[in-house]
């Protein structure tokens, strides 16, 4: 008979390997959807710009989508909406944060007034939909609407940007006009890891830390939120450090934007979510404030110092920190 202690540390060692895979799968997933969506549109016809503000942010969003959705649907709904909350708030603090300390990051004013704007106005409505207590049908249509919208206008704005240089983790050595079968294959390949390791990074996470007694909502802000992030953090980071700030910058608002209008709006559809006391008096004022604070920074000279980045990674410590109970 095996002890229950030993029992208990076996299958929490378990849940650790699934933690661990979910995430190595969730990175390379976006990452093989990053290449292969941007050499299938570029292949296509479609302007390198363009792809930038659309297919890129998108693809980098795919992991919450995947684990919200699963994680929503399957366990908690406090798991999908924990998870797009966290991982703003991680996009803004940590990704943000870091690649401002990784090297000063300048503004560009035409992205921080074009695209900006509708980062708060995406946070804005979120809470406004649910301080009723639910996100529904009608709700996740309303930020659908809003998407479509965003969406068509970076497209129509994209077009006066489309001789700008892509940055490295973009190029496409043979995008010919054709969708090849390498890039085809790469995208279903990315489907399936980004599938795989957002079962992964669910089962794992929640199966982890409910063993330390901690509540979905919990977990979906920090751990699986963090997981989600890791593709924006490294995908900043490199541009960080090939001082391509506008690439750094545009990824974390286009990500902050696609999260709550495309994922938590097609969550709300298909499973409507029920918005807690503690989400609308502690998480989401916590969401508005980084994301009013990173606008007032980037506006500030237009510059992201040093000493921005040590106060947005400082401030992510902090609201991790307030997290426990």
Partial sequence: MIPLQTLGGILVSVEALYLVGGILLLYLGAELLVSSASSLALGYGIAPATVGVTIVAFSTTAPELFVSLIGGIGISSDIGLG??????????????????????????????????????????????????????????VAMLVLLAVFTGYMLYSSRSADGEVVPDEMQVEDADGSAS?????????AGVC???????????????LRSFGFGDLFIG??????????PE???????????????SIGNVVGSNIYNVLAVIGLLAVVHPLSVGTTVQTFHFPMMIGFTVGAMALM???????????????????????????
Avoid: C
């Fill in 83 to 140: 998870n797009i909350i966290g991982s703003n708030i991680a996009n803004i603090g940590l990704v943000l944060g870091a690649s401002a300390l990784v090297q000063p990051l300048s503004v560009d004013s035409k992205l921080l007034w074009r695209h900006g704007p509708f980062m708060l106005a995406a946070a804005v409505l979120l809470v406004v939909l649910g301080s009723d207590g639910m996100l529904g049908p009608a709700d996740g």
């Fill in 181 to 189: 079968a390498r890039e085809i294959a790469l995208l279903v390949g």
């Fill in 194 to 208: 980004l599938l795989a390791g957002s079962f992964g990074l669910v089962k794992g996470g929640t199966g982890v």
């Fill in 221 to 230: 802000i920090t751990i699986i939120a963090f997981g989600t992030s890791l």
């Fill in 233 to 247: 953090l490294a995908t900043s980071l490199v541009s960080s450090i090939r001082d391509e700030a506008g690439f």
């Fill in 299 to 325: 506006a500030y000279g237009r510059h992201l110092s040093r000493w921005s980045g040590v106060a947005l990674v400082g401030g992510y410590v902090g609201f991790v920190y307030l997290l426990f109970p």
